[in-house]
């Protein structure tokens, strides 16, 4: 253990006390308080705040994240912030209701259910953890994944609903040489295997007390969260509209199409528009280019939306610039953004 200090988190006014060994997140983790967060690794700017008085020391992270300028005028990344002295922080991405929503973190053994292709390169995953033990979440957050036989781990959004008798379902797009998606595709975890998981972390949750209408817009694997919530929604019948639009290359990337034609019926205000970057096959009758070139075809007037935007970094920035620029306030736009280890190797600080 370090020395402990007080962080002081502004304009919300609530303390808590971090030791120098953990990150500030860690910290607020630990004592149930939800910051604002994404990767947890320095890699989304998700956690970025303004450091008004104090001195941090910063573990490795991006520059993406985090550039030079910033850092220099006091901006920091409370993933990768260790404090050395007493702290104000200054939250500027804050949601009091997210804040105060935190779900106690759980390490549990998890059993390997099932794995199968949904495509050529995304797998589903199911672990089972035994009901006494049943990991709790909100509809929308992901859990660390431990690599097996080593100290790492990785991130994965649940797609299911919580308290589905203890099970796990995940859907994890495969890279060739992967240190934990490729495992699924070579056997390297199995059926029977056991998995350790911790969480739930994430605040890509859907905001209760909006009743605005919601724009889905995801792409690969970033339909986990997404079909989650979409599968809450129809849980509790909701009656704000509500439209999906998925992004994939070609006609071969798309899978859970009955799923979602039936959550349709479930939703009658459910619109789910998939589009196809690369399709060349003239049967297709769909939505092709980018998913955000057809948002903006189709989508003239989104100022009054809720938008939870999902899957590869740049998708999720190219949207996030499209909603801004339409008069979406960055205030209804939430977020996960599906960093990799190759983002942080790309360009780094430590
Ligand atoms: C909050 C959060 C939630 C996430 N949820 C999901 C999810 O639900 N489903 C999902 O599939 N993933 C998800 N991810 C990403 C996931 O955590 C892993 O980063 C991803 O699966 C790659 O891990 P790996 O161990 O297989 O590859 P690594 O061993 O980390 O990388 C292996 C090799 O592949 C290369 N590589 C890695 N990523 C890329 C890339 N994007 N493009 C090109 N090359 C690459 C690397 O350079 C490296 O050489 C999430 C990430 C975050 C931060
Ligand atoms: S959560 Fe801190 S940079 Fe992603």
Redesign the pocket.
């Known amino acids: 253990m370090g020395d402990t200090h007080t962080v002081r988190l502004e304009p919300v006014g609530m303390d808590f006390e971090v030791d120098e060994d953990e990150t500030i997140l860690a910290g607020a983790f630990r004592q149930g308080l939800m910051l604002m967060h994404?990767?947890?690794?320095g890699?989304?700017a998700a956690c970025k705040s303004f450091l008004l008085d104090g001195e941090v020391e910063l573990d490795r992270y991006s520059t993406f994240a985090l550039n030079d300028f910033e850092r220099e005028e006091g901006w920091t990344l409370l993933c990768r912030a260790h404090a050395l002295s007493d702290l104000e922080v200054e939250l500027i991405n804050y949601d009091e209701e997210i804040l105060r929503s935190g779900i106690a973190l759980q390490t549990v053994a998890a059993e390997v259910e099932a794995i199968e292709a949904l495509t050529h390169d995304?797998y589903r995953l199911v672990l089972a953890v035994a009901p006494e033990q049943a990991l709790s979440f909100h509809p929308g957050q992901?859990v660390d994944i431990e690599?097996p036989g080593s100290d790492e781990h990785?991130?994965?959004?649940m797609?299911n609903l919580p308290c589905d008798d203890g099970r796990l379902e995940?859907?994890?797009?495969?890279?060739?040489?992967?240190?934990?998606?490729?495992l699924l595709a070579d056997g390297g975890i199995a059926v029977g295997q056991q998995l350790t998981v911790r969480g739930p972390?994430?605040v890509f949750t859907l905001r209760e007390k909006s009743q605005r209408p919601l724009v889905f817009i995801g792409g690969?694997?970033?339909m986990?969260?997404i079909l989650s919530l979409l599968r809450s929604l129809a849980q509790r019948g909701t009656s704000r509209p509500v439209v999906y639009y998925y992004g994939a290359r070609t006609c071969a990337d798309l899978f859970h199409l009955e799923e979602l034609a039936e959550l349709g019926s479930v939703l009658p205000k459910l619109r789910f528009v998939p589009a196809l970057s690369e399709e060349s096959d003239p049967s297709w009758t769909g939505e092709t280019g980018l998913v955000t070139d057809v948002v903006s075809r189709l989508e003239p007037d989104l100022a009054a939306a809720d938008a939870y935007l999902c899957g590869?970094p740049p998708m999720v920035d190219a949207a996030i610039a499209l909603l801004e620029s339409s008069g979406l306030p960055a205030s209804n736009i939430y977020y996960?953004?599906?960093?990799?280890?190759?983002?942080t190797?790309e360009s780094s600080r430590t």
Request: positive net charge.
């Open positions: 994404g990767c947890k690794e890699q989304c995304i992901y690599i990785r991130s994965f959004s797609a995940f859907m994890i797009k495969c890279y060739p040489g992967g240190r934990f998606s490729g972390y994430g690969g694997a970033g986990a969260p590869p996960d953004k599906f960093t990799t280890t190759a983002d190797e």
